[in-house]
């Protein structure tokens, strides 16, 4: 003999919903929200050259923390890469930067140029061991020429 109980739908809706949103569990573990991804983009390159300069006038800076603890994660690899003022991509719109002691960077470069419909943008790749990669994009303001960009990466 089969016994068969119906469950309200209002129960199985919210179980489903339940179910469904992962943000909750995923993001009440960290202390600091971790930025978003963004596209990669088909420009990437890997081992973009170590320096800190590939342009004037623009100047991009922040701090690398961790998501779990909300502290600066020193030594993370941070690869830039963006058009230059002509709007296409070249190895001279290319950097590699690591993070201080205090999980700071600091990028010199040209302001990008929005280019077919895309706004003016850089591509960002942060990595460590022990953290998730993060890809992303920062969007300069029109008619700045700094900009803070903190950056908080998941741990693996």
């Known amino acids: 003999m089969t016994i068969t109980k119906r469950i309200p739908a209002a129960i199985i809706l919210t179980l489903i919903a339940a179910l469904a949103d992962t943000s909750y569990s995923a993001t009440t573990a960290w202390k600091c929200t971790p930025t978003p991804q963004d596209e990669i983009g088909p420009f990437y390159r890997q081992n973009a050259p170590v320096r800190d300069k590939i342009g004037t006038g623009y100047v991009l800076e922040g701090t690398v923390?961790?998501?779990?603890?909300?502290?600066?994660?020193?030594?993370?690899?941070?690869?830039?890469w963006q058009a230059g003022p002509d709007g296409k991509y070249a190895d001279a719109w290319r950097a590699t930067i690591f993070t201080d002691r205090q999980g700071r960077y600091r990028l010199t470069t040209a302001l990008p140029p929005p280019y077919e419909r895309r706004p003016p943008h850089i591509h960002i790749l942060v990595d460590m061991r022990g953290y998730a990669g993060l890809i992303t994009q920062h969007y300069p303001k029109a008619n700045r020429h700094r900009a803070t960009f903190d950056m908080v990466i998941e741990t693996e």
């Open 65 to 80: 923390r961790s998501a779990a603890t909300c502290k600066p994660i020193p030594g993370a690899r941070i690869e830039f």
